[in-house]
Each structure stands twice: as C-alpha cells, then as structure tokens.
C-alpha cells in the first residue's frame, strides 16, 4: 500500500470514529453502529448479485434465442461469471465480518435477532 493510500484510509477512519461519537451525542447511534454499516454492505452486495443473476439469465437467454453473435455474447458471460465470484467472495467476507460484530454482542435481545436473521442470504428467484 501507498503512502497515499494509506493517508487516505486513516482520514475515512478518522472521519468514522468522528461520525460514531457524533451519532452518539445525538442520540441515534444505532444507525451508525458498525453492525449496521455492515448490514447495509451485505445488502448492496445482495442486490448487485442480484442484478448480475438477471443479467446473466438474459445472456442466456439471447444466445439460446437469437444465436447470432455467439462470440460475443460468450465473452460477456464469462466475464459477468467471473464477477458474480468476486461479487459471492465479498459477500462471504462481510459475513464473516458481520459475524464477527455479533459474536461481539449487540446487548439488545430484539437485535440481534434482527440481525442474525439479516445474516442469512436471500434467494434469488428466476421468473417463469
């Protein structure tokens, strides 16, 4: 990592701690608790797996359909596959970082639940 990089990441952690104790003054710490912020991680990567999985049933389609352009159409699954696994892999990882944060303990009972039953992935459903 750069020097630069690494200026960089110590200012966005700054500024977090700086959110955090803010969040707290007011009041409204929940919604800046690192439990939330990877909760709202895990379901931007959900409905971006979610776009790809679409994406990628109308390639799919197109070339079982259409059949012209084959090549092409190939190269562009390939390339939507490899970032559908880049896409699982970081999901994977907030996980366990999610995971983590709860093993950590949350203290409210309600919570946790929530939380716990956010953990589980969604399924994603083709239509018929």
Do not use: C, W
């Not at 084959?70 to 990882?93: C, D, F, P, T």
């Not at 716990?116 to 459903?125: A, D, E, I, Y």
């Amino acid at each position: 990592m750069s020097k630069r990089q690494k200026a960089q990441k110590k200012f966005i952690n700054e500024l977090k701690n700086q959110l955090f104790i803010q969040a707290e003054r007011l009041g409204i710490k929940e919604r800046y608790s690192p439990v939330y912020l990877e909760e709202l991680k895990i379901d931007s990567v959900r409905r971006i797996l979610s776009e790809f999985y679409m994406e990628k049933s109308n390639l799919e389609y197109e070339l079982n359909m259409f059949g012209s352009k084959k090549k092409e159409v190939l190269i562009k699954l390939e390339r939507l596959n490899s970032y559908i696994r880049k896409a699982q892999g970081i999901r994977e990882q907030h996980g366990k970082i999610y995971e983590n944060l709860l093993d950590q303990g949350l203290g409210d009972i309600a919570r946790t639940n929530r939380a716990v039953k956010r953990l589980n992935p969604s399924k994603v459903r083709a239509a018929a």
